[in-house]
């Protein structure tokens, strides 16, 4: 353990233990997540998603146990591999799946696509592509909490090849600081493309990083639902009620290469399989049937087609969904109602 | 009336809208407890508080970034850069993030934020500390780009800068902080962003000119009055979006242009106007369009040099000698 590490927050002897219904409820999202990706992949292979699309595969628990624990009304903001931060905090599937197409009807228009999911609705504040960039405006979200009083929280995702990103280090002091309500999370998934964790970050474990800004740190397992619970809610709890940040890396992994276009040739058939031992929607199915949430396997297996079915639904929701008009093309650039008299814009463009 | 500096001016805009809208506030390096590094927001802290006045980490990625933020989730941040050369390092906070959120979310979120600080060349401190750096940012669309020149539009903009709901880079120039002139004092005092003011009347020629380089063709413009040259002088006051019918109706009247812009000269914001009004206008002119620029190199550090590169006096005059042969 590092010192930053047993630098806790206190426990907030809030139970965790959920009801049953909830239990199933978490185990969905995490297969919804699952079938999402799946069905983007495809997808994609068809030519039907462009640009880039990262997908979520092997990280549902991180993104499900972390949101789960959070109020519907608090802020979440992550990086470009985000579908499945969007569809925990409660976006549909079908407005993700359009986004995904470049539809009209999709959470940003068709105007954003994979890496730039947003809703206003959820509380989710991007979906940002640039490796980093996010993390201020994190940090930007919880001091607006704090100055106008909301007791809210900010969740704000990074991956483990982020944190070597000067902005990070300034948003990391910024929070210590000025004790902002915010919560950053280190999704290690030991890959940043391909380049491992121990070649691009010295320091390790990436948690060592809070104690250079006197900042609580965590480590939770990201393969188990329960364990990341438990240890979101210990900083959530910390930020509410005292207004502290803390610095969470969450060890997980993806199953997939870095993105779509990403054969993922630098990792072994081997070290992927080991992962895959450990699976988070494998891990918790065993508990549910052991907790007996559920009577038997049938059970579940009736859910996967449920949640089958409801990505199919995505899908053909997002292929019969109109593109945008071109004429809308200017549209969403500029806030149209001002407290100033309109501005007028020129055109630039005589073809 | 009242007749004061730049600062003070910028200073009132400020006040006035910090005491109208509890979510106004103002950060950055030394705004606070130093009263700013040139004394912009003297008195802020005294009269609201370290809550709304707040002292920053050197960090400009790191505070406008959280600026960004806070302006996403609904208040409005008024950022200062001690100089805008300083705002490269935060580059990518201005253009991907403060540039962007709006459309790619759909329209989703705004983002009132207003970005602010001095820039220029002309006071020997070197290339890293002399830029105008109005081009870079006028280059991204959904930014709002102002540079006056007089401390009633310093005022007047910085107020509606501040009301706008989309993203502004206020950039103001060192130089002007004491420059001094009359500002209404009655009433909210608003004016309107993309407008340009005709600043000196004439007929031969057309001067446009933004931010110190105004005060450059106005000396120049007298001079060559002394000659029986009459130069309309149009502070453009607003880059972004410029006023391109007031240039219309003067270049109407004189059939010949002059931009004036500090700013280095390959795709500078004149380039940009020259286009359209050769595209718009091209039967208007009698002369070639004639723009009159930094110099296409590093600011020096020598006053002599550095004098040379900015766009003096003496080259504006043969500039408007050339156009008019
Ligand atoms: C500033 C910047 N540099 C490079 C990239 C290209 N890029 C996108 S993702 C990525 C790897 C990031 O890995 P990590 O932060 O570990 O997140 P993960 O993809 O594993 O979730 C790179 C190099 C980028 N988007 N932004």
Sequence with gaps: MSSAETKSAPQKGSSLELPPAEKLRLYRQMLLIRRFEEKAAQAFTQSKIKGFCHLYIGEEALGVGTISVLQPDDAVITAYRDHGHALARGMTPKECMAELFGKATGCSKGKGGSMHFFSKEKHFYGGHGIVGGQTPLGAGLAFAQKYLGTQRVTLCYLGDGAVNQGPFHESLNLAALWKLPIIYIIENNEWSMGTSLARSSAGLPLVNRAHGYDMAGLVANGMDLDDVRAKTAEAVALARTESMPTLMEIRTYRYRGHSMSDPGNYRTKEEIEKHKESDPILLYKARLLEQKVVKNEGDLEKLDEEVKQEVQEAYDFAEQSPEPDPSEIYDDMLSPEDQIPEIPRGNYNHF | ?325
Excluded at chain 2, 29 to 55: M, T, W
Excluded at chain 2, 257 to 285: M, S, T
């Design chain 2, 1 to 325: 009336m009242q007749t004061i500096t730049m600062r003070e001016a910028l200073n009132q805009a400020m006040a006035e809208e910090m005491e109208r809208d509890e979510k106004v506030f103002l950060m950055g390096e030394e705004v606070a407890e130093y009263d700013g590094a040139y004394k912009v927001s003297q008195g802020l802290l005294k009269k609201f508080g370290p809550k709304r006045v707040i002292d920053t980490p050197i960090s400009e990625a790191g505070f406008v970034g959280l600026s960004v933020g806070a302006a996403t989730y609904g208040l409005r941040p008024i950022v200062e850069f001690m100089t805008w050369s300083f705002s490269l390092v935060a580059f990518d906070q201005i253009v991907n993030n403060a540039g962007q959120i709006r459309y790619m979310s759909g329209g989703q979120f705004s983002v009132p934020l207003v970005l602010r600080g001095s820039s220029g060349g002309g006071l020997q401190v070197g290339a890293t500390h002399s830029h105008t750096p109005e081009n870079w940012y006028a280059n991204v669309p959904a930014l709002t780009v102002i540079t006056p020149a007089f401390p009633d539009d310093a005022k007047g903009l910085l107020k509606s800068a501040i009301r706008s709901n989309n993203p502004v880079c206020f950039i103001e120039n060192e130089k002007l902080y004491g420059f001094k002139g009359e500002v209404p004092d009655e009433g909210d005092f608003l004016v309107p962003i993309g407008k340009g003011r005709i600043r000196r009347e004439g007929s031969s020629v057309t001067l446009v000119a933004n931010s110190a380089s105004t005060h450059r063709a106005l000396a120049a413009a007298e001079e060559l009055a002394k000659d029986g040259i009459e130069a309309e002088v149009i502070d453009l006051r607003t880059i972004k979006p410029y006023d391109f019918d007031l240039i219309a109706e003067s270049v109407a009247k004189t059939h010949r242009l002059v931009i004036v812009e500090e700013n280095k000269p390959y795709a500078g914001w004149g380039a940009q106007v020259a286009y359209d009004v050769q595209r718009r206008l091209f039967d208007e002119l009698d002369a070639p369009i004639t723009r009159v620029t930094g110099m296409d190199v590093p600011q020096p550090y020598n006053g002599r040099m550095e004098q040379a590169v900015m766009p003096n006096e003496q080259r504006i005059i043969a500039a408007v000698r050339d156009v008019l042969q």
